[in-house]
């Protein structure tokens, strides 16, 4: 599976961005996607997952109420919509595949595919 991730770039505070991963290749083998991100010097930390069969979702506490993922089945692709942006939602942002079940809890460890990586910056 290859994972291409885009939409990220500035934006101020209180902004939205949005995010795209495009999934091609063994995509039959996906079933779950997750966003992690990675601020400077801090742990890669895990943002949000989807169920890629049921639609299921899942947040960090960090992050409720202002992201929502979602999916589109026919198009093979995820996206991650960042609403009421803070500062602190600076990072790079890696979209992940999960291949092995459909648990959405994981950590970053148990994701079997990662994108490049997009940078979001957010201005206050």
């Known amino acids: 599976v290859q994972l291409q991730a885009s939409g990220g770039g500035l934006a101020q505070a209180g902004g939205s961005l949005r995010l795209s991963c495009a999934a091609s290749?063994?995509?039959?083998?996906?079933?779950?996607m997750g966003w992690f991100r990675q601020a400077p010097g801090k742990e890669r930390e895990f943002v949000a997952a989807?169920?890629?069969?049921?639609?299921?979702?899942y947040y960090a506490d960090s992050v409720k109420g202002r992201f929502s993922i979602s999916k589109d089945n026919a198009k093979n692709t995820g996206y991650l919509q960042m609403n009421s942006l803070k500062p602190e939602d600076t990072a790079v942002y890696y979209c992940?595949?999960?291949?092995?079940?459909?648990?959405?809890?994981?950590?970053?460890?148990?994701?079997?595919?990662w994108g490049q990586g997009t940078q979001v910056t957010v201005s206050s």
């Open positions: 290749g063994r995509t039959f083998s996906r079933k779950v």
């Open positions: 989807i169920s890629w069969s049921s639609g299921n979702t």
């Open positions: 992940a595949i999960r291949g092995r079940d459909s648990y959405l809890y994981g950590g970053a460890h148990e994701y079997d595919y």
